[in-house]
């Protein structure tokens, strides 16, 4: 594991790659989801998950990150690619994707609780203050997707 420099490089790479399959996801999902209340929360979280990439693209372009895929990002990356390009198939499938997409948004309020902090100690404001936007915005969009999945759990079991 890379330390000082190449460490942030590493975390901000992470955080791009998982940003750009949330995104990915989101897109997909937005049109393709069976249930029409969470197409339209997935609608609207794209557009603050599309801001929230093109600022971690920006923070860490001047430490050479560009979204590298590393093991752990690679795994989650692909895993949402296959079951985002299935949830159109059932509504089981659909069910794997929307939980995919919320393991990502977790995976990123991790991410940005890092960013938080290696932003406190380098004494960097401006990232600071985005990353801690970035995570209060992931949280909430989490917590939300969180509540949708269960409910759409007990609409799978009730069929």
């Known amino acids: 594991m890379p330390s000082g420099t190449e460490f942030i490089t590493h975390e901000f790479d992470e955080a791009i790659a998982i940003q750009q399959a949330i995104v990915e996801s989101g897109r997909k999902l937005s049109t393709s989801h069976p249930v029409p209340g969470v197409k339209r929360q997935i609608k609207a979280d794209l557009k603050v998950d599309e801001r929230h990439l093109t600022e971690l693209k ?33 509504k089981s499938e659909a069910y794997e994707a929307h939980a995919v997409l919320l393991n990502l948004k977790r995976k990123q309020q991790d991410s940005a609780d890092a960013i938080v902090k290696i932003a406190r100690d380098r004494k960097a404001t401006d990232l600071r203050d985005a990353a801690t936007k970035m995570k209060r915005e992931i949280k909430s969009s989490a917590d939300a997707l969180g509540k949708s999945l269960a409910d759409f759990a007990v609409e799978i079991a009730s069929a």
């Open 58 to 90: 920006r923070f860490g372009k001047p430490f050479g990150a560009a979204g590298k895929r590393e093991e752990v990002a690679d795994a989650l990356c692909t895993l949402a690619e296959e079951t985002a390009g299935k949830a159109s198939d059932e």
